[in-house]
């Protein structure tokens, strides 16, 4: 298990990839998260003031 642990001596290159990656997915599902929730609230906006301009 160790043998394959070490990737032949070269671990911090393969582990190092794999480390970048995964916080490079956590980076973009934050950024997906903030997008969202920032698009939605813009639709709730323009929905708003549809409404108040349809009334009048």
Request: aromatic residues 14%; without cysteine; glycine residues 8%.
């Amino acid at each position: 298990m160790m043998e394959f642990l070490a990737m032949g001596g070269y671990w911090p290159y393969v582990w190092g990839s794999y480390l970048v990656m995964a916080g490079l997915l956590l980076v973009e599902m934050v950024q997906l998260r903030y997008r969202r929730r920032s698009l939605m609230g813009w639709i709730r906006r323009m929905s708003r003031l549809r409404a108040q301009e349809e009334k009048q």
